[in-house]
């Protein structure tokens, strides 16, 4: 039996996650082209949320606080570079040449969710491994995306992603992954980027809306939380990269509405 946790949304909630969307994707458009060496971070966040409310948009992240969470989150980005897999905040760090930097943005439009994530090189230093890492993560969000179709289940689209994973050698973040979005910037149902079990009992129909997101790891998949409860960071250092989009299942194919 399915467990159906992924309502519908009609036209009217998809238009207004599609704002949301894009006040998202003008964000990080803007700290993507910002992000260069001798940059601070909170100048990045200070970017995005210029431009989210211009576009207007209020954000989901400033504020935020889950249960797990020691302090409510204090920027409109998560901002995490080089080893820092997600929820790096925004601080005076600035930016050097080299630089492997996440950037996670979410948006509030008329109560509707959008939620995206890009990796960025910083800078001009060479580092091919840095992106085949960066190619690898967004070829397995490609992937995903295109999986979710009317019909298919969350176990199609975290083999899909999982598959790219594995072609280029990357491990993932073991237990966090993508979300039903909509209402709530986070809902279910939690949506892993490796198989698991259950996976094929949630099955998706045209106006699911969730948000996938790869993280993929260049070396192993141990981490730890740094003291501020937030960054999770890889235990060995190595670099990692995480890209993300929203996505709305229809009967003509996938849409990303995180797109400006």
């Not at 979410?106 to 890009?118: E, H, K, L, P, S």
């Not at 598959?163 to 237990?175: Q, S, T």
Request: glycine fraction near 10%; hydrophobic fraction near 45%.
């Amino acid at each position: 039996m399915d467990l159906h946790v992924l309502p519908p949304r009609t036209t009217a909630e998809l238009d207004a996650m599609r704002a949301a969307g894009r006040a998202v994707a003008l964000s990080l458009a803007a700290v993507r082209a910002a992000a260069r060496p001798g940059v601070k971070l909170r100048e990045l966040d200070d970017l995005a949320k210029t431009t989210m409310y211009e576009a207007g948009a209020t954000s989901s992240f400033l504020g935020y606080k889950p249960a797990w969470a020691p302090t409510a989150y204090n920027g409109v980005t998560c901002l995490s570079p080089n080893e820092v897999v997600v929820h790096g905040r925004p601080s005076g760090q600035r930016l050097k040449d080299g630089d492997l930097l996440s950037i996670d943005c979410g948006a509030i439009v008329d109560g509707w969710n959008g939620d995206a994530a890009i990796t960025v090189q910083v800078g001009d230093a060479d580092r091919p491994e840095d992106a085949r890492l960066v190619t690898a993560t967004e070829e397995a969000l490609a992937a995903g995306i295109a999986a979710a179709v009317p019909g298919a289940t969350l176990l199609d689209v975290a083999t899909a992603i999982d598959a790219v994973a594995r072609r280029y050698g990357f491990a993932h973040l073991p237990d966090h992954g993508g979300h039903g979005i909509g209402r709530a910037m986070h809902e279910p149902p939690f949506v892993p980027n490796r198989p698991a079990t259950g996976l094929d009992r949630v099955r998706l129909h045209a106006g699911s809306t969730l948000a996938i997101e790869p993280m993929l790891l260049a070396g192993g998949e141990r981490y730890r939380h740094k003291k501020d409860g937030w960054a999770v960071v890889t235990a060995d250092g190595a670099r990692a990269a995480h890209v993300e989009h929203t996505v709305a299942v229809t009967d003509d194919g996938p849409v990303v509405l995180t797109v400006a």
